[in-house]
């Protein structure tokens, strides 16, 4: 396993150093202090994995993006302060893999490690709990449908979509907008296939990215409805 470390806190690296080269088989091929350092150490080293904190100084989320788009075989883990339900949502559809928080206990740490390097997803209690909390369900989100193609969508899809998010049945949305559940039906079918994604949870992905609605305010119902 040939890692990367990415965090600008030289202390923090430190310790996950010592944490990796004491209790797994791995070695650290490259640590960076910034985007520019990381990228740089991806193109000089066959890499497997790479444990970053996005949000340190000298970071950004849009380098996981970079990443996704230049080294698809790269796997990466973020190790971040707590985050928003919209940062992790943000991470994980910018292609990181796992996610743990820094004052996680260093046998977590090293589970992470190891289920990232064999390709699984992995998250912490307290990523979990704050995704679940804006009623989202990592294991529902098509995290592979969404691309950088602009998608065209008219005021009355990102109305639809908007009650999608708030957790509106079919029938609900129609009495609203004063239409049939049928019209409705095929409006949601049409939203789906423009987006790319397969169930409401990526209507609700779709919806949180682009603003139309706040996760810390809808409420997710999960019915089985296209």
Same mark, same amino acid.
């Given at each position: 396993?040939?890692?990367?470390?990415?965090?600008?806190?030289?202390?923090?690296?430190?310790?996950?150093?010592?944490?990796?080269?004491?209790?797994?088989?791995?070695?650290?091929?490259?640590?960076?202090?910034?985007?520019?350092?990381?990228?740089?150490?991806?193109?000089?080293?066959?890499?497997?994995?790479?444990?970053?904190?996005?949000?340190?100084?000298?970071?950004?989320?849009?380098?996981?993006?970079?990443?996704?788009?230049?080294?698809?075989?790269?796997?990466?883990?973020?190790?971040?302060?707590?985050?928003?339900? !919209?940062?992790?949502?943000?991470?994980?559809?910018?292609?990181?893999?796992?996610?743990?928080?820094?004052?996680?206990?260093?046998?977590?740490?090293?589970?992470?490690?190891?289920?990232?390097?064999?390709?699984?997803?992995?998250?912490?209690?307290?990523?979990?709990?704050?995704?679940?909390?804006?009623?989202?369900?990592?294991?529902?989100?098509?995290?592979?449908?969404?691309?950088?193609?602009?998608?065209?969508?008219?005021?009355?899809?990102?109305?639809?979509?908007?009650?999608?998010?708030?957790?509106? !049945?079919?029938?609900?949305?129609?009495?609203?907008?004063?239409?049939?559940?049928?019209?409705?039906?095929?409006?949601?079918?049409?939203?789906?296939?423009?987006?790319?994604?397969?169930?409401?949870?990526?209507?609700?992905?779709?919806?949180?990215?682009?603003?139309?609605?706040?996760?810390?305010?809808?409420?997710?119902?999960?019915?089985?409805?296209?």
């Amino acid at each position: 396993m040939n890692l990367v470390l990415a965090d600008s806190n030289e202390l923090i690296r430190l310790g996950i150093r010592v944490l990796v080269n004491t209790e797994l088989e791995a070695t650290i091929v490259g640590e960076a202090n910034s985007n520019e350092v990381l990228v740089e150490l991806l193109r000089s080293f066959d890499v497997d994995v790479v444990v970053v904190d996005f949000t340190a100084k000298g970071f950004n989320i849009d380098v996981l993006s970079e990443i996704k788009r230049r080294f698809p075989n790269v796997r990466m883990l973020a190790i971040t302060p707590e985050q928003s339900a !919209t940062v992790l949502v943000d991470a994980l559809r910018s292609g990181i893999t796992s996610y743990v928080k820094k004052d996680c206990s260093f046998p977590e740490i090293l589970e992470a490690v190891r289920e990232t390097n064999n390709g699984n997803k992995f998250f912490c209690g307290t990523i979990l709990e704050t995704i679940q909390e804006a009623n989202l369900n990592v294991d529902d989100i098509d995290i592979d449908a969404f691309s950088c193609e602009a998608v065209i969508i008219s005021n009355r899809e990102s109305e639809i979509i908007t009650h999608i998010a708030e957790g509106f !049945t079919n029938a609900q949305i129609a009495e609203k907008l004063f239409l049939s559940a049928h019209t409705i039906n095929t409006h949601r079918k049409n939203i789906m296939s423009k987006l790319g994604v397969k169930n409401t949870a990526g209507i609700v992905m779709y919806a949180v990215k682009t603003n139309l609605i706040s996760p810390n305010k809808f409420l997710f119902t999960a019915d089985n409805e296209g």
